[in-house]
Structure formats: C-alpha cells, structure tokens
C-alpha cells in the first residue's frame, strides 16, 4: 500500500478561485490509471466545477521535471486530465457544456438550477472512453442554520496548549420527517495583513484575502431518516481551526449546508468513516470506495469519486482580532530596525499564496 494524496476524490470546489479541499488515505497501485471525478452541482446562482484528474499506476510514465537537463520524475500524485469533454443532461431534454478553465478543472456557468425538476447526469468523453454518472434530482428540502464560533485550547501533538476556534450550528430541519440527507463543507477567506512600509505617497499595499479549507477531514452528515423532528433543532460542530496570524484582521467561515440524496450520504458516511479509522482490529481496511460514475462501456471499470446534485443554501459568519482571547504576533508589522529581506515572502506579496486575489469577494462587506 502507498500513501497518496488523493485530492481529487473528496474536493469540494468553488466557482471563485481553484482552492481545493484534501483528504489523505492509502490506495493500491493499480496496472492502469483511474479516472476520477470530483464535482458539486448546486442549484446556487454560482459557477459550478467538476475536477477529473487519474490516479497513479505501475505502467505509469515519468514527468519531465527539468527540460533543460532532461530530469524525468516519477510520483504517486494523481495527475489533473485535460482535453476532456464534460456535459450535464438533463433526461427531460437539456444539455449544458462545461468548458476547462485549468487543467482538469472544467466550469459551468448559467446554469442556476433552473431544472429541479429534471433527473440529470454528467458526462465526460475522454479519449475512446464515455463516462456517466447515475442521474441524480436536485432535493427539495433544506435546513438553515445559525452559526457561532468559539476560542479554546486544545492539545495538539506536543503542544497541549493550542489555541483553536470552533464553529458550530444550530441546524433547523427541514418540514417533513425522514426522507432527507444533510451535509456540511467549509471554507474560509481572511484579509492577510501585507507589510505597510512607509512611502513618499504614504500608500498602503493592496488587499489581499486568502483562501482556504480550515479542517478538510471533517464531514459532518445528519440523516433525516433517523429523527421524527420536523423543524426541529440540532447542533454540528462545522469546523474546527487552529489560530494563527490570519487571525489578526476578519477571517470568514463560509458554511454550506447541502441536501443531498441517499446514496451521496452513503458515500460520504463511508468517506468518513475511512478518514476517521483509527487503526484498530476493529476497524474496516482502507479500501477504494465506489462512487456513482461508471464507463459507458466497460462496467468493470473502477472509477473514483462522486458527482452530487444538491440543494444548496450558504451562511457566513466572521471573526476579528478583537475577538480572540489569545496572544497573536505581528510576524509582518513594520520595524524600522528589520530589513526588508527579514520579513517573510508572504509579509511582501500575496501571490505566494496558493489561492488568493487582490479583491474582495462580492459578499465581503455584506455581513
């Protein structure tokens, strides 16, 4: 068994930058490569996102890693597939084209969740091969949740001193009892605090707001099957985050509650219940979990990762450094006496974050 970082099998992504969500678990080395496909449709007004990306093998081929000195490499990531066509269909008629914006990462706008109604599919044509999902309908019911967060310690490998915030919910079901399915993803976007040296102009430097996924390995689920509360209450904890200088100014927590159907509980449920093994006798192996996408042609195929039809409904909540209870250092203050050479890359230039822009969300001053 080798250790890969398979991103691509439980990402979560959003139309407004390419962040992606990771969860690390073992995976055999297959003779050939294996698609998978990671992607959410919501009925949000938002640009959806399907990622296709192959798993290593031992036929695998090496990389060019230094054209100049002719370096092969050779690595157990999976590899991002391009020049893939990818469609969603809509069985009562309806066709929309995803267009490949990066490598692998193929984005649908307009589509607005205009066909509730409709059972849909994706479809992905790459090479000779012809991929499906099974067809899936948009849920109708949601909850809605109110969120807060919280400061505490926590210990943490060697440090039994941490400091974290959490973020809860207080979850208000949906009308109806049993026959709905409930799921929560996360992320977040702080203001990064750039380094303001002094200048004739006396001109700050741009903004800068980072993106990320707090606690990736976290899948919060609730199965409406097994409570008789009809607009009841329940609490999750959404999210779990160690604080650090992206505390210093506001932090967003961006939570999505997403309804889902029961066979993407079950995947999830087992996703989670693999991330969360904790090794025991007792505990299930690590093994490939079968999502809903299969080859048109040849059902033996394995395929990987899960395409989700979902009702979607977004809430925020922020935090500002005067809310945290802790000491937190100004790594990129200025100093008169420190060079500029002393300061960290990331006090000078935002783009050496992996996913960040110079703007503001649209949301940003909205809360």
């Known amino acids: 068994m080798r250790?890969?970082?398979?991103?691509?099998?439980?990402?979560?992504?959003?139309g407004f930058n390419s962040c992606v969500e990771q969860i690390e678990f073992e995976l055999e080395k297959a003779e050939r490569e294996r698609l998978i496909v990671s992607g959410t449709l919501t009925d949000l007004n938002e640009t959806q996102v399907v990622f296709l990306s192959e798993t290593t093998s031992k036929a695998r081929q090496p990389l060019l890693a230094d054209e100049e000195r002719r370096i092969f490499t050779l690595n157990d990531l999976p590899r991002p597939l391009a020049g893939a066509?990818?469609?969603?269909?809509?069985?009562?008629?309806?066709?929309?084209?995803?267009?490949?914006t990066k490598p692998g990462r193929y984005e649908l706008n307009g589509f607005n969740g205009r066909v509730v109604n409709s059972d849909l599919y994706l479809q992905i044509s790459a090479g000779n091969r012809v991929y499906r999902s099974k067809a899936q309908r948009i849920p109708e019911a949601i909850g809605s949740d109110d969120l807060s967060f919280s400061f505490e310690r926590t210990r943490l490998k060697d440090n039994?001193?941490?400091?974290?915030?959490?973020?809860?919910?207080?979850?208000t079901l949906p009308e109806q009892i049993g026959d709905y399915y409930l799921r929560w993803t996360v992320d977040e976007a702080y203001f990064w605090d750039l380094t303001f040296f002094p200048n004739a102009f006396n001109m700050p430097p741009p903004p800068c707001i980072v993106f990320d996924f707090p606690d990736p390995e976290r899948i919060p689920l609730i199965n409406g099957d097994l409570l008789n509360r009809p607009g009841g209450k329940s609490t999750q904890i959404v999210t779990k985050r160690l604080v650090d200088q992206s505390f210093l100014s506001r932090h967003y927590f961006n939570v999505r509650q997403l309804s889902i159907s029961k066979d993407a509980f079950e995947y999830w449920r087992r996703v989670r219940e693999l991330v969360n093994n904790t090794g025991s006798v007792f505990d299930s192996p690590p093994a490939q979990i079968r999502g809903n996408i299969f080859n048109v042609d040849d059902s033996e195929e394995v395929v990987l990762g899960y395409f989700e039809v979902a009702k979607a409904r977004v809430s925020r909540i922020y935090t500002t450094f005067a809310d945290v209870p802790f000491f937190v250092e100004k790594t990129c203050e200025y100093d008169p006496n420190r060079r500029r050479d002393q300061y960290p890359p990331t006090c000078l230039s935002c783009n050496l974050f992996p996913n960040s822009q110079q703007e503001y969300p649209e949301w940003w001053f909205d809360e």
């Open 3 to 14: 250790k890969l970082s398979v991103f691509s099998l439980l990402i979560v992504f959003f």
């Open 85 to 100: 066509q990818v469609t969603l269909v809509a069985v009562g008629g309806g066709i929309w084209f995803y267009r490949e």
């Open 160 to 171: 039994p001193d941490a400091a974290q915030v959490i973020i809860k919910t207080e979850v």
